[in-house]
């Protein structure tokens, strides 16, 4: 079983930042893509940032430029820093990583959700 376990988030003033870390254990031989997912109440989850194993990212734009994932491929981590928060960046955020398994099979795993809440 792959694990992943959350840490950092927490309540913040607008303007603020705050830095989430993920760490996956677990059997599998490599991550290939590490992910930020975050869900507002009544609204979709939605795609924060990736990267791949390669080092190529992605951003929600409504994000760029304040916030910046990076990961770690040898210490199987990935971390999402946030700054210049505003209150609409309030939401559950969900680390995610595919994964390729022992099984030699890819699959999603998911951790379990950490809150940060950005007060005005």
């Known amino acids: 079983q792959v694990q992943l376990v959350e840490s950092g988030g927490g309540l913040v003033q607008a303007g603020g930042s705050l830095r989430l870390s993920c760490a996956a254990s677990?059997?599998?031989?490599?991550?290939?893509?590490k992910a930020w997912y975050r869900q507002a109440p009544g609204k979709q989850r939605e795609l924060v940032a990736a990267?791949?194993?390669?080092?190529?990212?992605t951003y929600l734009d409504s994000v760029k430029g304040r916030f910046t994932i990076s990961g770690d491929n040898a210490k199987n981590t990935v971390s999402l820093q946030m700054n210049s928060l505003k209150p609409e960046d309030t939401a559950v955020y969900y680390c995610?990583?595919?994964?390729?398994?022992?099984?030699?099979?890819?699959?999603?795993?998911w951790g379990q959700g950490t809150q940060v809440t950005v007060s005005s």
């Open positions: 990267i791949t194993s390669g080092g190529t990212t």
């Open positions: 677990g059997s599998f031989f490599s991550i290939n893509t």
């Open positions: 995610n990583a595919r994964v390729l398994t022992i099984t030699w099979r890819t699959s999603d795993f």
